[in-house]
């Protein structure tokens, strides 16, 4: 047994447990982290083929009471009426306040589970089995849960912080190509906040060193910034690096374009224009295109200043008539910079290429 371990201590504090192969006996850590109690598992389409029968049998042989919830695979899920038919389901199947919610899956089940699990009875136990390199890193961690509605992303949501994390890195074998580079924009992205070790490991586009050892430091990075910051009023902004762009891009581009990929290019973007205004070193926006591009990920877009700004506008991250930025300053260290609404348009311009 190879296991990493990483403690969140946020709220009443949660482990992290990854490990290849660790969901065949996943029902040993949930009985540690949740007890005896009944799971539910919320899963989508795609991942109940792949491994619902292997953590649904791991549960049973540890004599825990398992029901199941599939979803059709897809973003399109991630609304209201999801959500709905998850709450339906639980009551249905008479799930107490005593019981334990099993999201496993990508960040779409994460987020639609956990929202379902911190409204029924007003909140039940959560246990995050991430199977995307994109809710292993990210969104599996912090406790950031949310639906879109027609007006936008992620525009209802709660804070629910799971009772454990269970990784298995195994699971991303069976990942298409594209959703495992939309999960690597992400860590490149922690290393550009804090670490110039892990950001170098992916110069050769390769996959890292292995792959459970840079999720371990992807989550320790964000585990210590949510726990500095739990409910997103200043240090937890810096994980928002590229994202403003980032978000305006797949606005723009109606959603076809690939959050990883619009990530990619809004850090591109951020760092060659932190060049222009001199808080990023020279040298820096380079590093970073080389290392998107031999990942196979963007470093500009097709879109327009304008178009991008007026999407940028729109943010729900806006605060009043200023939009808060994260820039690097070098590889492994970021700054958070106030700029006017009328300033945005012209630090974009500087750091598109054409
Ligand atoms: N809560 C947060 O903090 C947070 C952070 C970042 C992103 N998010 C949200 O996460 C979502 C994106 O997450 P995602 O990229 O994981 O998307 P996703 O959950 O839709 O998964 C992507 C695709 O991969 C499939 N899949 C999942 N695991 C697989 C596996 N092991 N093998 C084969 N196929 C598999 C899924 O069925 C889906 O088709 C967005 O809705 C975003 O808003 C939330
Ligand atoms: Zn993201």
Same mark, same amino acid.
């Given at each position: ?10 709220? *009443? ?40 029968? %292997?953590?649904?049998? &791991? ?9 199941? !919830? ?7 899920? %991630?609304?209201?009426?999801? +959500? ?11 799930? #107490? ?11 779409? #089940? ?21 199977? #995307?390199? +994109?809710?292993?890193?990210?969104? &599996? ?19 629910? $912080? ?10 991303? +074998? #069976?990942? /298409?190509?594209?959703? !495992? ?14 670490? %110039?070790?892990? !950001? ?6 390769? *996959? ?42 797949? *606005?723009? &581009? ?51 200043? *304008? ?14 008539? %200023?939009?808060?930025?994260?820039? /690097? $300053? ?5 700054? +958070? ?18």
């Amino acid at each position: 047994m190879n296991r990493r371990t990483v403690r969140i201590n946020v709220g *009443k504090g949660y482990d992290v447990y990854i490990e290849n192969g660790i969901l065949s006996h996943c029902g040993e850590l949930f009985k540690k982290s949740a007890g005896n109690t009944r799971a539910a598992i919320i899963t989508d389409s795609n991942v109940a083929n792949l491994y619902l029968e %292997k953590v649904a049998s &791991s549960l049973k042989n540890e004599d825990i009471p398992v029901e199941s !919830f599939v979803f059709e695979a897809g973003e399109k899920s %991630k609304n209201i009426n999801t +959500l709905t038919s998850i709450l339906e389901f639980l009551a249905e199947n008479r799930l #107490t306040k005593a019981d334990t919610v099993v999201a496993l899956g990508g960040g779409v #089940t994460g987020d639609l589970a956990g929202f379902a699990a911190s409204v029924y009875f007003r909140g039940i136990n959560l246990i995050q089995m991430p199977t #995307t390199l +994109l809710s292993a890193v990210d969104s &599996s961690v912090g406790g950031k849960t949310a639906v879109n509605l027609s007006s936008g992303k992620n525009l209802a949501g709660t804070f629910k $912080q799971p009772k454990a994390v269970i990784c298995d890195p195994e699971t991303l +074998l #069976t990942l /298409p190509d594209g959703e !495992f580079r939309n999960g690597k924009a992400e860590v490149i992205k922690y290393g550009i906040l804090f670490s %110039k070790e892990l !950001f170098d490991g992916f110069a050769d586009g390769a *996959k890292g060193k292995d792959i459970g050892e840079t999720i371990e430091s992807c989550v320790a990075f964000k585990g210590k910034t949510v726990e500095n910051d739990e409910f997103d009023s200043g240090e937890r902004k810096l994980l928002n690096l590229g994202h403003t762009v980032g978000h305006s891009i797949e *606005k723009c &581009s109606n959603f076809t374009v690939p959050h990883g990929f619009a990530v990619a290019a809004g850090i591109a973007i951020v760092a060659r224009a932190g060049e222009k205004i001199g808080i990023t070193q020279n040298g820096t926006a380079k590093a970073i295109e080389n290392v998107l591009e031999n990942n196979g990920l963007p470093i500009d877009s097709e879109f327009s200043v *304008k178009d991008l700004v007026s999407a940028a506008l729109s943010d729900k991250k806006r605060d009043g008539d %200023k939009i808060t930025l994260v820039i /690097p $300053q070098k590889i492994g260290k970021c700054i +958070l910079k106030d700029l006017s609404v009328n300033d945005l348009e012209d630090f974009i311009d500087k750091g598109k290429k054409y």
